[in-house]
């Protein structure tokens, strides 16, 4: 019972700092929220008895690639005036889209609670089922999407890295 509780929490708080992401107008302040969001999903895998994933949930994406990103926003120069403004011009899309994601999500909800789609769903979409693909067919794909996050950092610091010796 508490453990369904925690589970809707960090659920509701990942989907929370999801949101923070798309309103939020500071690249700071964005970053912020996905560490928000990361540590959420770190706890929902830890709950979920997932522990060697939540361990990585938190060392590898909140611990190495947040750092990476934290330090890139840190290089970038934030004195544009877009920054200035608080909230996102996407803001009433976001939250249309929110709305929209929470209808079909309480839809799904309302299938599971019917005994013959239970069944198929829990067949399904499982977690068995997404490992042997992941780890079969994805694995390669998510680390090159990995490396591709540490050159964007490495792009945005040479970029913002000011010449030495150019004066001009």
Do not use: C, N
Request: aromatic fraction near 12%; charge should be positive; avoid cysteine.
């Amino acid at each position: 019972m508490i453990e369904d509780l925690l589970l809707y929490t960090f659920a509701i708080t990942a989907v929370v700092g999801a949101g923070m992401m798309i309103v939020l107008r500071q690249p700071m302040r964005v970053a912020m929220a996905l560490i928000y969001t990361m540590i959420a999903l770190g706890a929902i895998y830890g709950l979920l008895r997932v522990d060697v994933i939540a361990v990585f949930q938190i060392m590898i994406y909140v611990g190495a690639v947040m750092v990476f990103m934290v330090y890139a926003i840190m290089l970038a120069d934030v004195r544009d005036a877009s920054f200035v403004e608080r909230y996102s011009r996407l803001l009433w899309p976001g939250l249309i889209a929110a709305v929209l994601l929470l209808a079909v999500l309480l839809g799904a909800a309302w299938d599971a609670l019917l005994p013959a789609t239970a069944a198929l769903g829990t067949a399904r979409f499982g977690v068995q089922p997404f490992s042997i693909a992941f780890l079969g067919q994805y694995w390669l794909y998510f680390e090159l999407t990995s490396v591709l996050l540490v050159v964007a950092v490495l792009a945005a610091i040479a970029v913002v890295k000011p010449r030495r010796g150019h004066h001009g």
